[in-house]
């Protein structure tokens, strides 16, 4: 019914910076809001930043400053631009959006595979 796909994960040098792209696609009727998860290894999934409907923002305390969340409605795409990264930015970043579709009129969480991003010296 509904697949998240990301996109723009990769290596990147500390201080460098990558763009994760996230478009959602099937049977939508409404993003009511989206955000970016990340998990390191051996470490839980972490919120990194959502972003509603209407605009608002949030983001972690780690990534404030550094990280941007955008979106482009008429395209169903979310995307984080991550700058200054750091080591500790190392991890799967994943997609998710709370959406209702043609099937279901109440919002439900989707999540897509992730992606990974990788901070190296």
């Known amino acids: 019914q509904v697949q998240l796909t990301e996109s723009g994960g990769g290596l990147v040098q500390i201080g460098g910076s990558l763009r994760l792209s996230c478009t959602a696609s099937g049977s939508i009727v409404k993003i009511y809001a989206m955000g970016w998860y990340r998990q390191a290894p051996g470490k839980q999934r972490e919120l990194v930043a959502t972003i509603t409907s209407g605009g608002n923002t949030n983001y972690a305390n780690a990534v404030r400053g550094r990280f941007v969340i955008s979106t482009d409605n008429a395209k169903n795409t979310m995307y984080l631009q991550m700058n200054n990264l750091g080591p500790e930015d190392t991890a799967v970043y994943y997609c998710?959006?709370?959406?209702?579709?043609?099937?279901?009129?109440?919002?439900?969480?989707?999540w897509g595979e992730g992606t990974q991003v990788t901070v190296s010296s």
């Open positions: 998710n959006a709370g959406l209702s579709t043609i099937y279901n009129q109440y919002a439900n969480e989707y």
